[in-house]
Nanobody
Framework: VQLQAFGGGLVQPGGSLRLSCAAA????????MNWYRQAPGKQREFVAD???????NYADSVKGRFTISRDNIKRTVFLQMNNLKPEDTAVYYC?????????WGRGTQVTVSS
């Protein structure tokens, strides 16, 4: 299983970024895909997930601002982040479970600052 997140960067408050996570090594269309984030000095926290049926869940802190989606043909999950706030600054990770194991991709840094 391989997961690679990319698309992070530096953005001003109120700006937008779109993260992508490319997946390989498992039947992508059958798996729930997750986004997590970890801010400096804090524990990793759930951001959003999307099931194989495209049902979605979001952390309260990002509802209405972030949108998770997936493209099963491209084996990629996306996180569209709008109206970004300084508190969204973190390393963002994609995650999935396969055969009862959690797999994490290498994270991508998102920094929201003026």
């Amino acid at each position: 299983v391989q997961l690679q997140a990319f698309g992070g960067g530096l953005v001003q408050p109120g700006g937008s970024l779109r993260l992508s996570c490319a997946a390989a090594g498992f039947n992508f269309r059958l798996n729930t895909m997750n986004w997590y984030r970890q801010a400096p000095g804090k524990q990793r926290e759930f951001v959003a997930d999307i099931t194989s049926a495209h049902s979605t869940n979001y952390a309260d802190s990002v509802k209405g601002r972030f949108t998770i989606s997936r493209d099963n043909i491209k084996r990629t999950v996306f996180l569209q982040m709008n109206n970004l706030k300084p508190e969204d600054t973190a390393v963002y990770y994609c995650k999935t479970m396969y055969r009862d194991r959690h797999y994490w991709g290498r994270g991508t840094q998102v920094t929201v600052s003026s």
